[in-house]
């Protein structure tokens, strides 16, 4: 075992994964066992080293440190998961987890003696050690999607982040369990993996729970809150568009072992999912990088953008494919977004990106085929759900706060035109004293953001059914069915319950 440790230390790393290919394949079991555990903490840097820099090496600037590890770790045919199958056969090799290293809402019921059903069906429990016994494969999953999530110090994750070792890995596996369109692999040492339960279960339906279970289930509770990264949540949005692709995109063999493990993913990674951007959206703070979670949203409720060879929008002629997704998924279309639109009215709305975001959002929800549906299942649920099209109210706040973004950025415009022209009567030193060299520039980013506002306004004008002139609607509406708003103390216009009522019989007119 000396000359195995001494390994862990050579340096390039293709050289390590080079000896460790020749040296692994010797060990018996029982040292290979013993092994497995300072291998893995050597590979993500939990023993006091810089680890295997999985977070940095890059393709362009490390090519051979990176396509010794990457194929070293591949799981079709690498050197580590042949060492994982050796270890599988083994009815005796198991290894521990520690309960503080889950999700902090698992280790409170954990400690509760309430074991979540995902660790009852591959795991055995230990409640007076604190540990999780598992077998090869489920040990080094869990130890994969740790790293993300508490990477050891120092670890910090570059710009190109697609182009990294660790983001490549993901997609190695994503693609190899989770393959859209083509079979589950079936590993041949699959009656050992289950060993500690009764029932059979798959390879591929661990790792998605695993996956599930350590990113999705990052929620905190009253005593522990969760605060994620930018990088974190952008790896999070892969698996969230990966396993849309696996789920909706049709097997070449259908059979029943794939569409239970389909279904059973596809059931899992929703309820999971949601509860994940539920809790996310509530506690992020006010910051630029919420548009890393929003996007995880947004791709999450658009699956059809992710499951044909040319993907598209929501149409008439697809909507009947899709109405399933969306009435299970009903909270995520309509609570998530009423908290994004009173999100977006307590930010800094007129902020370039900010609008573009709203833009985003607004154009998704303004299909018309999905904005029916949504509106349609919204009336006919009492359950668990924000009535954001129904009532308007987050939409109504948000209106008030553009108007007065508009009328602000108008006055700003005005003032701005008004000094040009006064600035250019005074001659080239006016333009030198006031700096207004940069100033046309400002002034277009302005309008542009401008023009971005007032096509937000119309676009929830029309969501929302409320009218661009609503002094005239009142007047039209208000003998036969009373007014369609009342004005409070602010001067801010609010929606009558009568007129929200009609807005809705009008859409489905």
């Not at 869990?142 to 070792?165: C, D």
């Not at 929003?294 to 499951?307: D, F, H, K, M």
């Not at 349609?376 to 948000?398: D, K, M, P, S, Y």
């Not at 250019?424 to 004293?433: E, V």
Request: some cysteine; glycine content about 4%.
């Amino acid at each position: 075992m000396d000359s195995a440790l001494t390994i862990l230390k050579q340096e390039p790393l293709s050289v390590r994964c080079q000896s460790l290919t020749e040296l692994l394949p010797t060990l018996p079991i029982r040292q290979l066992h013993m092994y497995l555990p300072q291998l893995l903490s050597n590979i993500f840097g939990y023993d006091s080293t810089p680890g295997w820099r999985l977070s940095s090496l890059h393709s362009n600037f490390h090519p051979t440190d990176f396509k010794a590890i990457r194929a070293f770790l591949k799981p079709n045919g690498g050197c580590l998961f042949k060492a994982l199958q050796c270890l599988e056969s083994d009815n005796s090799s198991h290894f521990l987890f520690p309960f503080n290293a889950l999700p902090p809402n698992s280790v409170a019921l954990l400690n509760e003696r309430a074991v979540p059903s995902l660790y009852r069906m591959f795991v055995k429990v230990d409640i007076d050690s604190k540990e999780l016994s598992m077998t090869a494969y489920h040990y080094y999953f869990m130890y994969f999607t740790y790293f993300l999530i508490h990477p050891p110090p120092g670890v910090v994750w570059p710009a190109s982040l697609a182009e990294v070792l660790y983001t490549q890995l993901v997609e190695d596996y994503l693609h190899y369990f989770l393959p859209p369109g083509n079979s589950i692999p079936h590993c041949s040492a699959a009656p050992q993996i289950n060993r500690f339960v009764p029932n059979t279960y798959s390879l591929s339906q661990a790792f998605a729970e695993i996956m599930f279970e350590m990113w999705l289930n990052q929620r905190g509770n009253d005593t522990n809150k969760v605060v994620l990264s930018i990088d974190q949540v952008r790896i999070i949005r892969m698996l969230v568009k990966h396993t849309h692709r696996f789920v909706y995109t049709p097997h070449l063999v259908k059979d029943r072992y794939t569409e239970d493990i389909t279904n059973y993913i596809s059931s899992s990674f929703q309820s999971n999912t949601f509860q994940f951007l539920n809790y996310h959206f509530t506690t992020w703070p006010l910051i630029s990088s919420f548009r890393g979670l929003l996007e995880t949203w947004l791709s999450y409720i658009q699956p059809w953008r992710y499951t044909s060879i040319v993907p598209g929008p929501l149409t008439d002629s697809n909507i009947s494919e899709w109405q399933n997704f969306v009435r299970d998924n009903l909270p995520a279309y309509c609570n998530l977004l009423d908290r994004c639109l009173r999100r977006m009215s307590h930010s800094l709305i007129c902020s370039g990106k900010n609008v573009t975001l709203l833009s985003r959002v607004l154009k998704i929800y303004s299909a018309p085929p999905l904005l029916r549906l949504i509106c349609e299942l919204e009336r006919g649920n009492t359950h668990n759900i924000v009535n954001v099209f129904t009532e308007g109210e987050a939409a109504q706040e948000l209106l008030d706060k553009l108007s007065g973004e508009i009328m602000h950025l108008e006055n700003q415009l005005t003032k701005n035109t008004s000094s040009d022209h006064n600035s250019a009567a005074s001659g080239l030193f006016g333009w030198i004293s006031e700096g207004l060299w940069s100033q046309p520039d400002q002034q277009d980013a302005q309008q542009k953001t401008l023009d971005a506002l007032r096509t937000s306004v119309s676009q929830l004008q029309t969501m929302f059914y409320i009218s661009p002139n609503m002094e005239t609607t009142c007047l039209s509406t208000s003998e036969k069915f009373g007014p369609d708003y009342t004005v409070d103390a602010l001067h801010r216009r609010r929606l009558t319950p009568q007129y929200r009522g009609r807005r809705v019989w009008r859409s489905f007119r």
